[in-house]
């Protein structure tokens, strides 16, 4: 095929992949009596707890902390329920290609110039992930000095409500195989542990393609002690007093969609806290819109100085991943992440599918790459026209319906060991700020990469796999048909296949796993609270040194239900030493 027809046959199924059209049914929709807009909510109200973002950490710590105290939690969008976009396996990108103001999704793209995107709905990234759960592994536990018990109960708590087994078909099966027989071993079957070897892991997507997110960990909370209030945009802590003496957060102020401000306190007594929950881009944007923060950084944008908190911001990371997609002669099914190989050298081996991607011709829009409102809208305006968005909407149209037949194998390393930095853009809290990952900055972290692009090439063309890929396709032409789509910002090489290092660089994708800002022993002590001040933590990925297992979703949930029965515990011995 021509390099247009093979970059085009690539771009149209990874874009696919990120709109899957498929099977869908309805779904039970909870009724939280506790869920309301910001809109109702008094101009001053007073609670034990305030917990800043409904997230994939704030969710379990408002349910579990809700048990004997009055909490609240702001959200700054909206509920997932009722929303298919977010709800059905079917339709896993479309949230994420929603430019619009009220989607669940906020795109953002890095200094590096690799697109991403940061939740802005009730449940954060678990209502826009590929879903796949596995937890942390215990060397991972041991050194984030987590109590062991604890951990395995939290997890087992959020296990009950939001991971299921997968169906593992034909294609994800080829996938385990090839991975075995290209030396990832043992076969470790279906575990949530992480484990060296292959295994299967588990799925927030039930038997029927729904998702249950973090959002469905609050059916364990007692309704009468909790309030979340929806469309809450937090601008800032407030602190007291302001001077000589330790700072103290005391309240919240946020903005309703309506643009009227209201301010949420502490009830008196000295274990009430603020909680941030915001993630690794929204935690250390708020301290910093509040005054904790590199102070030079602060005074440029006229921010009065709380606490010169230097590492606010810093360390900020990305797992990078590197795909390559192979197009397949036969059917395949469904899927997202099902499988994952972990191997000794520091990569982790991933995959999806899907059978008639996008739909037929008539109903493509291809996802996060549409000419209509992905890839294109990066183009500069003038180029931008109406007629080449309709030609370019055309020409992928017309591609063979095989082009849409096939799946992604892909890597994503351990750690990682590269970081960058997080700064503000604009003293709003509804902008983006500005993030720097810098992506394979470190040698390791591209030797990984290599090592991890060289055992994709040996599943392709294991035994196990051949059912699955053309025989006169090599995989050095797979690659470069890869390279060649246009999945980020940054310049493109030819025949990558001559350097894998180049190939990784030149390839580079988010696989939403970014993680520091506010990182333990540098922001946060070890139970997380803020060093310096007095009332307030962050519990979120935020405090990460590096993303946990291969996936952090289920170990965010777990620090949530963790945190929240700590905080209970700590409240608890208070009580009784009184």
């Known amino acids: 095929m021509s390099g247009f027809v093979w970059g085009g046959f690539f771009t149209s199924a990874l874009t696919a992949f990120l709109l899957f059209h498929g099977f869908s049914s309805s779904q039970q929709v909870p009724k939280f009596s506790f869920l309301r807009n910001a809109t109702d909510a008094p101009m001053v109200s007073y609670y034990d707890y305030i917990i800043v973002g409904g997230g994939t950490a704030g969710c379990p710590l408002a349910a579990t902390l809700s048990e004997n105290y009055k909490v609240l939690m702001l959200e700054r969008g909206g509920s997932p329920y009722g929303n298919p976009n977010i709800t059905n396996l079917s339709a896993f990108g479309a ?288 180029q931008r026209t109406a007629e080449a968005i309709a030609k370019a909407t055309e020409a992928m149209k017309a591609l063979n319906q095989a082009a849409f037949r096939g799946g992604f194998i892909l890597e994503k390393i351990m750690g990682p060991i590269s970081s960058g930095h997080l700064e503000l853009r604009t003293r709003d809290p509804n902008d983006n700020p500005s993030v720097t990952f810098n992506y394979f900055k470190e040698p390791t972290d591209l030797h990984r990469c290599v090592a991890g692009i060289n055992l994709i090439r040996r599943i392709i063309d294991s035994k196990s796999f051949s059912r699955f890929r053309y025989n006169n396709v090599s995989v050095a032409t797979l690659l470069n048909m890869t390279a060649s789509a246009p999945i980020n910002l940054l310049p493109k090489h030819e025949n990558l296949t001559r350097s894998p290092e180049q190939y990784c660089r030149d390839t580079v994708m988010t696989i939403w796993h970014y993680h520091g800002g506010c990182q333990t022993g540098a922001v946060v002590d070890r139970d997380y609270r803020v060093l310096g001040v007095d009332s307030l933590r962050v519990v979120d990925g935020s405090t990460f040194h590096d993303s946990p297992g291969t996936n952090p979703q289920a170990t965010v949930m777990m620090l949530g239900r963790y945190m929240g029965v700590r905080i209970l515990r700590e409240r608890l011995t208070v009580r009784h030493q009184k």
């Open 95 to 382: 949230a994420l290609s929603d430019l619009s103001a009220s989607s669940p999704s906020q795109r953002f793209v890095s200094e590096d110039g690799v697109i991403n995107s940061r939740a802005r709905v009730l449940g954060g990234g678990s209502c826009l992930n590929a879903g796949f759960y596995t937890r942390a592994s215990s060397d991972y536990v041991r050194r984030a000095g987590w109590e062991k018990r604890l951990v395995k109960e939290s997890y087992e708590w959020v296990e009950r409500v939001v991971a299921f087994e997968p169906p593992m078909g034909e294609w994800q099966s080829a996938v385990r195989d090839g991975l075995i027989e290209a030396g990832v071993k043992p076969n470790n079957g279906f575990t949530y542990d992480h484990l060296y070897g292959t295994k299967v892991g588990g799925t927030i997507f039930d038997h029927h393609g729904h998702r249950h997110t973090a959002a469905d960990l609050l059916s364990y909370a007692n309704p009468s002690n909790l309030d979340v209030l929806l469309y809450a945009s937090a601008h800032s802590i407030i602190f007291r007093p302001l001077g000589e003496e330790r700072p103290k957060a005391h309240g919240v102020v946020f903005e309703d969609s309506k643009g009227i401000k209201h301010r949420a306190y502490l009830k008196y007594g000295p274990k009430s806290e603020i909680i941030i929950s915001a993630g690794c881009l929204g935690s250390p944007q708020l301290l910093m819109l509040s005054g904790l923060g590199p102070a030079q950084h602060l005074k440029a944008h006229n921010i009065t100085v709380v606490l010169d908190h230097p590492m606010v911001g810093q360390r900020v990371s990305d797992n990078p991943m590197n795909a390559v997609f192979v197009p397949s002669p036969v059917p395949v099914e469904l899927s997202l992440i099902e499988v994952v190989g972990i191997t000794q050298n520091g990569t982790y081996i991933e995959a999806a599918s899907g059978e008639n991607f996008g739909g037929g011709p008539s109903t493509r829009d291809f996802g996060m790459f549409s000419p209509k409102i992905g890839q294109l809208s990066t183009v500069p305006p003038k």
